[in-house]
């Protein structure tokens, strides 16, 4: 029927590589196409690292959660751009820290949408919901949410290697902001995200070429553009930093070392 909007699974462009699906693919996952693994390849081949930094961002998420829930008390999570499931999300580091924990994931991606369920299983004391909106959309976003959360109460942003699908005259910065404006103060902003020339110029030179094909293009932002998205709350320690620098966990045989990735946690005073 005309106006009707089409199931997700029959809006999956499988001709066209994927962003959550590369990144699915460079976890390990299964949820991805022939044409993920080529760029994915790609990609890797021009930039080895990114393989590094997906993992790296898996066990920051795990400790970002556990410290906000733990050190700092919230309770509420709204993850936008949440991506594919994968091992730890949000709702189940954050659910087992505390079962009444409430989280809220936001994505735009078909592909996601059918693996929505997965996200839906949280534990009867809490609340875990799904939400199809775009970050461009902060209105839609705060509106959905308050379905589940309590937007009174402190809610924890996760923006987890989303806003570089953002560009600078669509507004990151002030779309961030607009979130933050509707959160209570004592929320928090987590966020993270490639950056360019941390390292040298490989992930800019990749990151260029993937931009030059038909998929969403990634925006890399230099140290002190990523700063701005906390201007106006208080960053935790140890403030922007590299993303295995930021509280890694105590690991004698780990390598910690920076990547082309920075991430920053901050409270709303």
């Given at each position: ?181 509707g959160l209570a103060p004592g929320s ?82």
């Amino acid at each position: 029927m005309t106006g009707e909007t089409p199931p997700p699974g029959s809006r999956i462009d499988t001709t066209v590589p994927h962003a959550a699906r590369m990144w699915n693919y460079w976890l390990g996952g299964k949820d991805h196409y022939d044409v993920d693994r080529v760029a994915g390849d790609q990609f890797s081949q021009a930039f080895p690292d990114i393989v590094h930094i997906a993992r790296l961002s898996r066990h920051l998420l795990a400790r970002i959660v556990r410290y906000l829930v733990n050190d700092a008390g919230v309770r509420q999570f709204l993850d936008v751009g949440t991506g594919l499931p994968t091992v730890d999300n949000t709702h189940e580091v954050a659910q087992r820290a505390d079962p009444t924990c409430r989280v809220v994931y936001v994505d735009n991606d078909p592909l996601v949408l059918t693996h929505a369920r997965a996200l839906l299983v949280g534990t009867p004391e809490g609340a875990t919901d799904y939400v199809e909106a775009d970050l461009r959309d902060p209105e839609a976003i705060l509106a959905a949410a308050a379905k589940t959360l309590d937007l009174t109460q402190p809610v924890a942003l996760m923006l987890m290697g989303i806003v570089g699908f953002v560009t600078d005259e669509e507004g990151a910065h002030a779309i961030v902001a607009r979130l933050m404006d509707g959160l209570a103060p004592g929320s928090y902003l987590a966020l993270w995200d490639g950056v360019n020339l941390v390292t040298g110029e490989a992930l800019d030179q990749a990151q260029e070429d993937y931009n030059e094909g038909d998929a969403v293009p990634y925006n890399l932002r230099s140290r002190e553009e990523f700063g701005a998205f906390f201007d106006g709350l208080e960053l935790v320690e140890p403030g922007v930093a590299s993303v295995p620098l930021w509280r890694p966990d105590p690991d004698p045989l780990a390598e910690l070392k920076e990547v082309d990735a920075l991430v920053g946690v901050a409270r709303k005073p």
